[in-house]
Nanobody, 131 residues
Framework: QVQLVESGGGSVQSGGSLRLSCVVS????????MGWFRQAPGKEREGVAT???????YYADSVKGRFTISRDNAKNTLSLQMNNLTPEETAKYYC?????????????????????????WGQGTQVTVSS
């Protein structure tokens, strides 16, 4: 049984930082891309960042230079360091694991980052940024 469990969410002021973590079990994540998505109230879920099996990262334009995704294959964990957060980034953040090794960052750069590329999801962790 595959499980992804996020932690690290919370409340911060605008300009603050948070670090999200995701622990994966029942799944050998090292061969697959892993990613973070977020969903704000009333909005669609959007991809934030991914890191593939070659440990190369892909970021949505809105977070480039502020967010850093990383993974520890030995511990089967994924992290997202978020700096200089804005109130518009208040959302529930989800950890996800790709459904196919074919979905690498070169694929995401060419075709975009979509929910259907990811087979396994965590329950999410809330991030609230106040102004």
């Amino acid at each position: 049984q595959v499980q992804l469990v996020e932690s690290g969410g919370g409340s911060v002021q605008s300009g603050g930082s948070l670090r999200l973590s995701c622990v994966v079990s029942g799944y050998t994540a090292s061969s697959y891309s892993m990613g973070w998505f977020r969903q704000a109230p009333g909005k669609e879920r959007e991809g934030v960042a991914t890191i593939d099996s070659d440990v190369t990262a892909y970021y949505a334009d809105s977070v480039k230079g502020r967010f850093t995704i990383s993974r520890d294959n030995a511990k089967n964990t994924l992290s997202l360091q978020m700096n200089n957060l804005t109130p518009e980034e208040t959302a529930k953040y989800y950890c996800a694991a790709a459904s196919n090794p074919y979905y690498s960052n070169s694929y995401f750069r060419q075709f975009g980052l979509r929910e259907w590329q990811f087979a396994y999801w965590g329950q999410g962790t809330q991030v609230t940024v106040s102004s």
